[in-house]
């Protein structure tokens, strides 16, 4: 089984829907992770989360919010897509726990259309 | 403020060769450094890190050294093969003020039998 699930796997939306992408772990790590990654440009933070109470903004986070539901479990929301948030997204999780360095462990993404 | 920048692809290769991927850092302090890597269809995995300076990352024949006078942490691997076509990013951690985690833009590498 996976480690860090994330639904849908696709979803082709039309310009202002609310859209949600969640994500789920298994690995019991504490911190959790939305990036983006757009062809040319790499991955960009979204938003993080150190744990249940912590949620800070990363890079790129004008149009995103996101909600830390459980430790296992942090989704992210469009509240009114836009096509230039076409894009793939990805989850990730790691531990404070581990030594030597941050260590990310990514969830296999979700491909968002906006029309 | 802090960055990375890794070469542009794609790199062809024919099996066997030798890859060099450079890659460079901008960054305050003393970040940890990290090669990722991304099959088709996947999300990214941690291919190899180092968290000093001098410190050699190394997993799957792959091989990276910390190089903090030259801002550097540039991937290599004597002899590729067909299944290392993947796209490779070159990451730091910071926590020196803001936390960051920030890739480059990624190199596409293919291997050609």
């Known amino acids: 089984d996976a480690d860090v699930t994330q639904t849908p796997r696709n979803r082709i939306t039309k310009t202002g829907k609310r859209i949600m992408l969640e994500c789920s772990q298994t690995k019991g790590h504490d911190r959790m992770y939305w990036y983006r990654q757009d062809p040319g440009l790499g991955l960009r933070l979204i938003y993080y989360?150190?744990?249940?109470?912590?949620?800070n903004k990363g890079e790129i986070s004008d149009g995103y919010s996101v909600s830390r539901q459980a430790q296992a479990k942090f989704s992210l929301s469009l509240e009114s897509a836009i096509p230039n948030q076409t894009a793939l997204y990805f989850c990730?999780?790691?531990?404070?726990?581990?030594?030597?360095?941050?260590?990310?462990?990514f969830g296999p993404g979700t491909r968002l259309t906006v029309l | 403020g802090d960055s990375v920048t890794q070469m542009e692809g794609p790199v062809t290769l024919s099996e066997e060769a030798f890859l060099t991927i450079n890659c460079t850092y901008t960054?305050?302090?003393?970040?940890?450094l990290f090669w990722y890597v991304q099959y088709p269809g996947e999300g990214l995995q941690l291919l190899l890190k180092?968290?000093?300076?001098?410190d050699k990352g190394s997993n799957k024949g792959f091989e990276a050294t910390y190089r903090k006078e030259t801002t550097s942490f540039h991937l290599e691997k004597g002899s590729v093969q067909v299944s290392d076509s993947a796209v490779y990013f070159c990451?730091?951690?910071?926590?020196?003020?803001?936390?960051?985690?920030?890739f480059g833009t990624g190199t596409r590498l293919k291997v050609l039998a």
């Open positions: 989360s150190f744990d249940v109470k912590d949620i």
């Open positions: 960054a305050t302090g003393y970040p940890s």
């Open positions: 990730a999780t790691s531990s404070s726990k581990r030594d030597g360095g941050d260590e990310q462990f």
């Open positions: 990451a730091l951690s910071t926590t020196s003020g803001t936390y960051k985690y920030i």
């Open positions: 180092a968290t000093k300076a001098d």
